[in-house]
């Protein structure tokens, strides 16, 4: 009976919780499209023929257009093998960009903010006299994402969100002029409390508090229309494009960022979101290992832009932003301290260039001894495939860490599906045996390091709005890589043998995953 009572319990909660109702009605309507073209199709030779067609020519377009090939072979099988439906999936989810007039609106906020990005030349030629395959490093990030290398700029690493929150807390309390916090999942709880209490407090006391929240990664975390709810706290407060349950192919890109500017002098990022469970006050998947960054000095900069950035879209403003307000030495006239080189930086799905991609594989070609990586998914592509394989057949020390215990059990099983490959060539694989790996980390050679919110998956690579800091020489790259040493305590490592002597069902539900897997 107790069981019967837990299973209608789990049930009613389902029933009733807003994302059942949201999956419920795009289903409705993918059905029902389906449907009608499906009729169409069995009504009249000539409409099937005409489907037909049109199925080859998206392929034949598909097949020509400068995307990965990756996404070419998914969509391609996905069309062939089922024409009516992978058509209507291709039309409603198959371009990874947003809506055209949030396209053009961030390209007029970039283009505005340029004359505030420039290289300091001073900074630029001491990384270049101090190693020329970091500073070619740099200048790809600073070339194509926008955002310069700084010097003045100190870190502070954090091993788990446990240590983090207390941090993140203090600099919080002590903000006097601006907050901007822009984050992919908010959640109730202790964490949230918390910062609510310290936003609600500062705004009433004048301080500019601004917030952004992704609307489908807050969708089952926050009650509808809570932006309204915390303006009326006085903290000002916008959605990042709000999930509406209707196909269309702008859900597809998302804010993952992570981001959190406070007077324009300190700044915090990587995977942490505000959220019980990243601060381990709440247990859902084992212990939750996660990495942040705080940085204080010149390089909060680019964070401070990047949040501008995306608030002038969302709010839809069309105003010119007085970017000297927001600078970091309007409220720190005095010198920051130096500490090596930090390098915020942006990827946007808007480009066409796959910027965070391209600062794993520069740091993976360049590598010399070694390439410590942490990520909660990995989901690469052929380029990713290569370079991890190459470097790891050429001697270079390739080691990956994913989590043991998942979050998702089939992306989990699409990630194991990777490592025989990866084993092959000489890298090695580690699962984080207490819970859950969400860190999202890189670093190299005890000189090049890259927490941020990039994870190695297509959504991430392709599809998001991601953050990452790019440090050369600071202090953090070493505490990345004692904490990565350090976790290797708690991980088991992976063998050939473990990828050989799976189950067959198990191998051929990989098989079919990894043909799919740009599209999940």
């Not at 409409?47 to 034949?60: E, N």
């Not at 916008?238 to 804010?255: A, E, G, S």
């Not at 720190?332 to 090596?340: C, K, L, M, R, W």
């Not at 539900?509 to 043909?515: A, D, F, G, H, L």
């Amino acid at each position: 009976m107790s069981y019967i009572m837990k299973t209608l319990k789990k049930l009613l909660k389902l029933i009733f919780n807003r994302i059942f109702y949201i999956v419920f009605a795009l289903l409705i309507q993918l059905g029902w499209l389906f449907f009608v073209v499906w009729r169409l199709a069995a009504y009249s030779k000539y409409i099937s023929f005409g489907i037909t067609a049109i199925s080859i020519a998206s392929v034949l377009w598909i097949l020509n257009k400068k995307i990965n090939p990756s996404y070419k072979l998914g969509w391609t099988m996905l069309i062939l093998v089922f024409p009516v439906f992978g058509l209507l999936l291709y039309i409603l989810f198959g371009k990874s960009r947003i809506a055209q007039k949030i396209q053009e609106h961030y390209a007029e906020i970039q283009e505005e903010s340029l004359p505030y990005m420039e290289q300091d030349p001073e900074v630029q030629r001491l990384i270049t006299e101090e190693d020329l395959s970091a500073a070619v490093q740099s200048a790809y990030i600073r070339n194509y994402s926008g955002f310069p290398v700084h010097g003045n700029t100190t870190a502070r690493y954090f091993q788990v969100g446990d240590d983090m929150f207390p941090a993140l807390v203090a600099e919080l309390e002590q903000a006097s002029h601006y907050i901007y916090i822009e984050y992919f999942i908010i959640n109730d709880g202790v964490m949230w409390r918390t910062i609510l209490d310290i936003l609600e407090r500062k705004a009433a006391e004048g301080v500019d508090v601004r917030l952004i929240y992704d609307g489908f990664g807050c969708v089952t975390t926050l009650p509808n229309k809570y932006d309204r709810y915390l303006r009326k706290k006085g903290i000002q407060c916008k959605i990042f494009n709000p999930f509406r349950p209707i196909l269309n192919i702008v859900q597809n890109n998302r804010d993952h960022r992570k981001i959190c500017v406070i007077d324009g002098k300190t700044g915090f990022t990587g995977g942490i979101n505000l959220a019980d469970e990243y601060i381990n006050q709440k247990e859902r998947f084992g212990h939750w290992k996660d990495t942040a960054v705080m940085l204080k000095g010149e390089a909060v900069w680019n964070m401070t832009v990047m949040f501008l950035h995306m608030w002038s879209v969302v709010n839809g403003s069309r105003e010119s932003v007085n970017y000297t307000e927001y600078m970091p030495h309007r409220y720190h006239p005095e010198s920051f301290s130096h500490n090596g080189f930090v390098q915020p930086f942006s990827d946007t799905p808007l480009d066409g260039e796959v910027v965070g991609e391209n600062v794993y594989l520069n740091i993976i070609n360049r590598a010399r001894k070694y390439v410590y990586i942490c990520t909660p998914y990995l989901i690469i592509d052929n380029e990713m495939m290569t370079a991890l394989c190459l470097a790891a057949k050429s001697g270079v020390d390739i080691r990956i860490m994913t989590p043991a215990v998942p979050d998702k059990k089939m992306v989990f099983l699409l990630t194991q599906s990777y490592y025989e490959q990866l084993l092959e060539a000489g890298v090695r694989i580690y699962e984080y045996q207490p819970g859950f790996l969400h860190a999202k980390s890189f670093v190299c050679d005890d000189e090049i390091a890259v927490v941020g919110t990039i994870n190695l998956d297509y959504r991430s690579l392709y599809l998001h709005f991601e953050d990452g800091v790019w440090f050369y020489k600071n202090d953090v790259v070493n505490d990345i890589l004692q904490d990565f040493q350090e976790t290797l305590n708690y991980c088991d490592p992976i063998s050939i043998d473990f990828c050989k002597n799976r189950n067959i069902v198990i191998r051929g539900i990989q098989s079919i995953m990894r043909v799919f897997a740009p599209l999940l």
